[in-house]
């Protein structure tokens, strides 16, 4: 008996050992938008930096659904919210200071932006900077966690941020450069400018919604972090250092990862 017993536990050791790393891999099917600056090697991982005017290719990995709906949500460190003028697109869409919504530091860590319930209102109030067919709402699956965006951003805990959605393809003079919507062989182009002093970070991350779930507008797609941009100051010690702390923040993963194994 107790040698079936030891041979019963191998097994369920094994398979354990065996299905928990791939579960653990499993890929997020709502994480299917990528926004990089333009010409990112496909195989790359981010966030990707880079510095502003930023030249931005956005679109949908999902080659199953077409994307009828783009919103842009951008979410910014203290010292540049402090000394923000505004972050402008080549589009009429254009995120200015009184359009981000602050979280205070003492916010859980589990709390989740934006706000997953719908809201008809038009006007720019925070956290919308242009919306003017109302807010649809976001699936809770599509949100972020200000925890993992702080951490993203390397932003300690009990340190605020801020944030702002904006309507993307419906903002004027936005040219779709193919076939309507966006899918992975339609990519989108746009160009990001931030205006603002100080040692700022501004993360670019992509909110949609899928032509697939037609009588529903919510919010049912997003950007993982590591199809996203962190856009940063221009000083060469910035930026070996944004690049040296997401480089940590891939071997912490790795190393964890490792660990669970």
Known sequence: MPTKRIVLLLIVLLHVLGVAPFAMA??????????????????????????SPADLIIYNNDNSHVLDDLWLML????????????????????????????IPGNTPSSYKIPPYQSNTGTTSTPPYAYRPNGWPGIEPNDQYSVGSLRSVLGIPTGQSIYYSVGDLDDSSTWIDHGPTGLNKGDPEYFTLTVNTGGDWKALV????HTDNYPDNPILNVHSPYTRSTIVIVSEPGTILAALAFVSSLGLYKTRNKLRKK
């Open 26 to 51: 499993m890929p997020d099917p709502f994480a299917t938008l990528t926004v990089w600056p333009y010409n990112t090697p496909e195989a790359a991982e981010g966030p990707i930096i880079t510095t």
């Open 75 to 102: 979410v910014i460190n203290k010292d540049a919210y402090d000394n923000l003028v505004s972050i402008s697109t080549n589009t009429s869409l254009s995120f200015l200071k009184a359009h981000f919504q602050g």
């Open 205 to 208: 991350l992509a909110l949609g």
